[in-house]
């Protein structure tokens, strides 16, 4: 008789669920419109448009945005859409990576295919969507600057995450390690590879509550296919990363229950993986309402902008500037901790069914540390760094 030990989803309703996701997303797959509207792209067609709700712009809510004139609110709108999805580049190239090796720790599995299946597919539509973003963004801040601020050329999987974060030399260099011991540890443990999915489900998640509302903008459009294309292709992203987050949710609530329970080593590992996301989710951005970069990593960029001809603001008019938009009070601010709250909540939800979590991470209480007075505490002291700093250069 064969040995039965290694099969992964003999629970029926599990198999189920993997493959209605699978089906559906295939069905659904956005990659030929994403791509087509990729290759359509051109900014003068859609330059004196917004691509997404008014409040999805950069520095919405703060002093500069109050002053801006219409020509100038429309740039910040679409900057915002360059620099989000910048940052969703950075987090999709390590998905794929992760994917990969995940797909290697399930291979142990006598019904392993199901999942790997899924996970290619996936890949595949990230493939589509880090092209399209490239492509828009590279283009956008071309035309409006003639060089990078918030796009940076193709990097690979064990790079910072957060393209704007709190690091230095060596912490990029442990962050790399800890990356790579675990896509090679995760790439032969079959809990690991499942528990991989945990993570990508909670930074998924906030990704899905801000993606959804941009998706929006092109539903609600009047004429929704003369809707400007970045819209269109922040419509066909969500559609798949719907799908994708469905994929993490049962692998990591559901397909996890079905092989053997955690060694402490497994849950150690585990409950690394997830506190390093509270620390990656810790900051608020002022800047970027729904990505939780941090401010002072983004001055020098945030400067260029203001330096640039869109605003031809003078150095101390862009410094002064600076000095309202982060070390006071301001409703951008207010907006940016709502989203971290609203994020850090749904987060807790997310892992509440999984028994082998510390409490400091059920509870999201070290993401839960940071408040509007520390923000602005931070900010205070980082600007007169950064000016000093910037005035040697």
Known sequence: MFDKENTLLENQQVCRKLQINYQRNKQQDCTELLD??????????????????????????????????????????????????????????????????????????????????????????????????????????????????????????????????????????????????????????????????????????????VQHKLSNYYQKHPNPENAPIPAKISYYHFMDESFHFNSSTIISHDVIDCIKPPTKFEKLVANLGIQGCQKDHYHCSVAVNGIFWYDAALYSAIYRVLRSRIFNMSDPEAKHMMLRCFTEETQALHNSFQTHNEAMESYKAYLQPLDYLWKSNREMSLMGDNSISKYLDRQRKALKKWEISFSHI
């Open 36 to 209: 087509r509207a990729t290759a359509d792209f051109k900014y003068n067609d859609c330059e004196n448009e917004y691509w997404n709700p008014e409040q999805f712009s950069l520095l919405f809510g703060t002093p500069l945005w109050s002053e801006a004139t219409p020509s100038q609110r429309i740039i910040l709108n679409q900057l915002y859409w360059v620099a989000y999805y910048s940052q969703i580049i950075s987090a999709e190239i390590a998905t794929i990576f992760f994917n990969q090796t995940s797909a290697a720790g399930l291979y142990a599995q006598e019904d392993f295919r199901l999942i790997c299946d899924m996970l290619d597919l996936e890949s595949a539509q990230e493939r589509a969507h880090i092209n399209a973003f490239k492509t828009i963004s590279q283009e956008v801040e071309s035309k409006l600057f003639g060089e990078r601020i918030f796009s940076y050329p193709m990097r690979g999987p064990y790079s910072e995450t957060m393209v704007f974060a709190d690091t230095n030399f060596f912490k990029r260099q442990w962050k790399k390690l800890q990356l790579q011991a675990f896509g090679l540890i995760s790439a032969d443990n079959t809990f690991l590879a499942c528990q991989y999915f945990t993570v990508r489900g909670v930074r998924t998640l906030n990704g899905k509550l």
